[in-house]
C-alpha cells in the first residue's frame, strides 16, 4: 500500500541483519530463537500500535489461528463477521468455541446474537478492520461500544488498515480517534510491510499469557532476521515519511472519485481496496483482459467468491502511483466498462 518494497532503508536492514545473524534462527523462540531484532521489532509494534507489548508470529495466518484457539475454548462464545479471512475463520474452528457468524457489517445482527447469549459465557468478537475483497470498514465507534456493554472481547485484523488507516497509519483506532477501544490488535507483516510475518498487540498481560500458551509461537521457528529487521525498519520508514499515508489515501479518493464520475459502482471502499463492480463473472473476466492488454493490473472476484451477479473487478491503489497513472487507469477500465455493456 504504501510502496515500500525495495525500499533502500529497509533493504538496507536485512542486508546487515544477515551480516549480524545469518540467515536463521535454528530454533522457536522459547528456547534459541530469540534474537535482539525480535526484541527490538516486537517493541516498534506495540509503539506504533500504542499498546503495552506485542509478540510475533511467522505468518499473519498463523497469528489468527493460534491467537483465537488460545484465547476461547469450549464452553465459549466467538462472533464473526461473515466476511472475514479464512485465518479468522480456521482459527475459530480450531478453538473448539461455539461459532456465530453475523452478516457483513451488521452490527444489529451482531448486538442481537450478544444480547441472546448466556451472559456467563466467555465473549470473543473478531473482525476484519478493512475488508478485504470489498474495502469496507467496520464501524469501530458503535462495535466497540456493543462489545463494552455485553462484556465481549473485542479482536481486530488489521491486514488492510496498518499504513492506510489514521492520519500516521497507524490503523483504525487511530482513523476513528478511540485509542485503547481495541482489546487484541492483530494484523500482518507482509503486506503493507514488505516482510513476512503476522503480530498481535496488546496489554501486557494478555502478550504474556499468549507468549506462554499460543503453540503457533512456542512451536515455530522464529521469524528469520533479515524479515524480522525489515519489517522493524519498514515501521520507522512509515513513521519517518508520512507522506506516505497521506499520498495513499488522495491516491485512493483520485481513483475512487474518477471511477464514480464516469458512473462506475466502487461499492462501499472507503480505502486502497477498489472494488468495481462488473455484474457477471465472464463480464468480470473479459473486463479484466481489457484492463490487463492495456497494462492496468486489476483481477477478476467472481463466484463463489461474491454471490452471483456480483462479479467485480478488485483494484489497489498505492502511494507509488503517479496521478497521471490513476488517471490513465480511470480512462481504461471506464473504456472497457462502456465496451462490455456496463455502462451505457
Ligand atoms: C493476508 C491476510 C491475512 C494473512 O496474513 P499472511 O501474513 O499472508 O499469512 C490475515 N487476515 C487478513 C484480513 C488478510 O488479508
Redesign the pocket.
Known amino acids: 500500500y504504501l510502496g515500500l518494497v525495495g525500499h533502500p532503508r529497509i533493504n538496507k536492514a536485512a542486508q546487515l541483519a544477515i551480516e549480524k545473524y545469518g540467515t536463521g534462527t535454528h530454533g522457536v523462540r522459547t528456547l534459541a530463537g530469540s534474537l535482539m531484532i525480535h526484541k527490538e521489532l516486537e517493541e516498534t509494534l506495540a509503539q506504533f500500535k500504542h499498546t503495552e507489548d506485542a509478540l510475533t508470529f511467522t505468518?499473519?495466518?498463523?497469528?489468527?489461528l493460534s491467537v483465537i484457539s488460545t484465547l476461547v475454548a469450549r464452553g465459549d462464545i466467538v462472533f464473526c463477521d461473515k466476511l472475514?479471512?479464512?485465518?479468522?475463520y480456521d482459527g475459530c474452528l480450531l478453538s473448539h468455541a461455539k461459532f456465530e457468524r453475523f452478516e457483513h457489517n451488521n452490527l444489529i445482527d451482531l448486538e442481537e446474537r450478544l444480547s441472546s447469549a448466556p451472559q456467563t459465557s466467555t465473549k470473543l468478537v473478531i473482525v476484519?478492520a478493512?475488508?478485504?475483497m470489498d474495502g469496507d470498514l467496520v464501524d469501530l465507534p458503535v462495535l466497540s461500544a456493543i462489545c463494552k456493554k455485553y462484556h465481549a472481547w473485542l479482536m481486530l485484523?488489521e491486514?488492510?488498515s496498518l499504513g492506510v488507516l489514521g492520519k500516521s497509519g497507524s490503523g483504525i483506532e487511530e482513523h476513528y480517534n478511540l485509542p485503547g477501544s481495541i482489546d487484541i490488535k492483530?494484523g500482518?507483516?507482509?503486506?503493507t510491510i514488505p516482510s513476512?510475518?503476522?503480530y498481535v498487540a496488546g496489554n501486557k498481560d494478555l502478550i504474556n499469557y499468549l507468549r506462554h500458551a499460543a503453540r503457533g509461537y512456542i512451536f515455530s521457528a522464529a521469524l528469520p532476521p533479515a524479515q524480522a529487521s525489515a519489517a522493524n525498519e519498514a515501521i520507522h520508514v512509515i513513521i519517518d515519511e508520512p507522506w506516505r499515508v497521506t499520498k495513499l489515501s488522495e491516491n485512493a479518493n483520485r481513483f475512487i472519485g474518477g471511477l464514480k464520475q464516469n458512473g462506475l459502482d466502487t461499492m462501499l471502499t472507503e480505502t486502497a481496496i477498489v472494488p468495481i463492480l462488473c455484474g457477471d463473472d465472464d463480464i468480470a473476466f473479459a473486463m479484466t483482459r481489457e484492463a490487463q492488454h492495456k497494462l492496468v493490473f486489476v483481477l477478476p472476484v467472481v463466484s463463489p467468491a461474491v454471490p452471483q451477479g456480483l462479479a467485480r473487478l478488485r483494484a489497489t491503489v498505492t502511494a507509488a502511483h503517479e496521478s497521471d497513472a490513476i488517471d490513465k487507469a480511470i480512462d481504461i477500465i471506464s473504456e472497457s466498462a462502456h465496451q462490455l455493456g456496463v455502462l451505457e
Do not use: E, P, R
Open positions: 505468518s499473519g495466518y498463523v497469528t489468527n472475514n479471512h479464512a485465518s479468522i476484519d478493512v475488508f478485504s485484523d491486514a488492510h492483530m500482518t507483516l507482509s503486506k513476512v510475518g503476522g
